[in-house]
Nanobody, 129 residues
Framework: QVQLVESGGGLVQAGDSVRLSCAASGRTRGTSFMGWFRQAPGKEREFVALITWTNSTAQYGVSARGRFTISRDGAKNSVYLQMNSLKPEDTAVYYC??????????????????????WGQGTQVTVSS
């Protein structure tokens, strides 16, 4: 089992920046991909970004490109999401996710939430206009 704990959410204004953190614990050895998803009220869970644990290759969803940056710190077993130029439409609960795979590339299906085995409890980000 892998436990994931997110932190860093809150209420911000449009144009502000926020950095989310996700700390992994438990049986983290073998974790291959870690990702961020978000879910706004009444909407499906949306892919934001993912990063490979071995070489930090990143992939971003459409809403994140150019504004968000995902990174990791192997020594701290943590993944981060730096979000800049926030917009009201970024308001959502942000979830950290992790999974283990044997791929040395990122198959396209890893933008789907059902491909991740472990999830954090989520952290709310609210962007006011």
């Amino acid at each position: 089992q892998v436990q994931l704990v997110e932190s860093g959410g809150g209420l911000v204004q449009a144009g502000d920046s926020v950095r989310l953190s996700c700390a992994a614990s438990g049986r983290t050895r073998g974790t291959s991909f870690m990702g961020w998803f978000r879910q706004a009220p009444g909407k499906e869970r949306e892919f934001v970004a993912l990063i490979t644990w071995t070489n930090s290759t990143a992939q971003y969803g459409v809403s994140a490109r150019g504004r968000f940056t995902i990174s990791r710190d192997g020594a701290k077993n943590s993944v981060y999401l730096q979000m800049n130029s926030l917009k009201p439409e970024d308001t959502a609960v942000y979830y950290c996710a992790a999974t283990s795979t044997s791929y040395n590339y990122i198959p396209s299906r890893y933008v789907r939430p059902d491909t991740y085995a472990y999830w954090g409890q989520g952290t709310q980000v609210t962007v006011s206009s």
